[in-house]
């Protein structure tokens, strides 16, 4: 039972009691029992947004969630046979940055924990392959500790790079979001994530993805097609059905590239622009990075499939769509154009209404010293009926040839007094939207005035 969807549960639970009337006593002790634990398992499945918020950034909101820090302890003391870890990179001490950072003891506690984990219950980490030798020094740690460690050559296999971040604990508790292993991303960069405990379907279904990983660790080649050990059930057309948070809700995971989705996987592509489609009133979209292009291809190549599907439903449907883009001292100049022309699509009258706004983290002199800080690293997206939450920034080559992985839940049939994860996800997009470091674009505005 504890695999099955809750719809399954529900009707087998109204055969167990149908059964109760015709067996003796002793029968029905042991199926009441059956019946308790049932409703206990899915009452405690539970999920929960998670954030980190960069040292010095405070909002005058009362939109608050636990920190991905904390989440991440949390999951570790969870833990009792198994953590399975797919990562872009490590670096969870300040040493490749010889900054010295005193804010970098977060990052150093995780590491600490994970290396102690190592020698008590396994540990498996699939890696993107590192690109300095500074990155090795905490996998190195780490496989001295009792870990296993593959490293995924991406570069090799798709041209692109394992972008992924997610957790898998005892087969049971997941974690996925925009949070790297990288001790910046809980002090110095804002990230968002969510944490799912105690849902074993969707650890397996996610425990799959990272199997694909730790596959290709090892034959460093893709499988076509991938063998039926690596399908799912779960996707955009046949969602698990299960009660989050005590609330019914339909839940799947995508992934990129499309040569890594064994049967059954929806795309990640697919399912952005699926939820897109399925929007009747609005689409709010919170990434780092938005380029109609190929970003790292060369030659240089457009790709318009989320753009044109934007300003698609924008037209047709007259659906507010709102872009909350990141502006930091690594923002590319050529997203200024791109985006200025999805803001063009505004007029009232005509009821189009797309809107972009910048998100600066501010530094102070201390805090600008610290590379590839100070910046809002989300990759969610929350319409009316779904939040998504991702790993991927928003340009081509994260769809066609990086790795990559994303929650989706739809809790449109909610009849629960809970609030669903769409409306705590809106809520931190309005809190975000509306606060003072965000800032419109206009035709007028000049990358140098806001980054």
Known sequence: LICSSAACCKYMLIILCAV?????????????????????????????????????????????????????LNLMAEARSSL?????????????????????????????????????????????????????????????SGADIRVVNMKELTSGVLHTKFWVVDKKHIYIGSANMDWRSLTQVKELGAVIYNCSCLAADL????????????????????PATFSTLYNKDTPLQLPLNNTRSNVYLSSSPPSFCAAGRT??????????????????IAVMNYLPTMEFSHPKRYWADIDTQLRRVAYEKRIKVRLLISCWASTQPVMFPFLKSLASVYDPESKLDIQVRLFVVPANPRQKKIPYARVNHNKYMVTDKVAYIGTSNWS??????????ALVVNQTDSQSLEPTVQSQLKAVFDRDWSSAYSTPLTQHSDLKDFC
């Open 20 to 72: 109760l009337v015709e067996v003796d006593k002793r029968a029905q002790m042991f199926i009441i029992i059956i019946i308790i634990r049932t409703f206990r398992v899915f009452s405690s499945v539970r999920i929960v947004l998670v954030e980190s918020i960069p040292e010095g950034l405070e909002f005058n909101s009362s939109t608050t969630h636990p920190s991905i820090f904390q989440a991440w």
């Open 396 to 405: 081509g080559d994260y769809f066609v040839n990086t790795a990559g992985s």
């Open 84 to 144: 399975d870890i797919a990562s872009f990179y490590w670096t969870l001490t300040n040493k490749d940055t010889e900054t010295h950072e005193p804010t970098a003891y977060q990052g150093e506690t995780v590491l600490k924990e994970l290396a102690e984990l190592s020698g008590k219950l396994s540990v498996r980490i699939a890696v993107n392959k590192p690109q300095m030798s500074s990155q090795k020094n905490d996998l190195k740690l780490l496989n001295d």
């Open 207 to 226: 425990g799959k993805i990272f199997e694909a990983y730790w596959f290709l660790g090892e034959s460093q080649s893709i499988p076509s097609p991938w």
């Open 267 to 284: 795309p990640d592509l697919q399912s952005v622009l699926s939820v897109m489609d399925d929007a009747e009133s609005f689409i709010y």
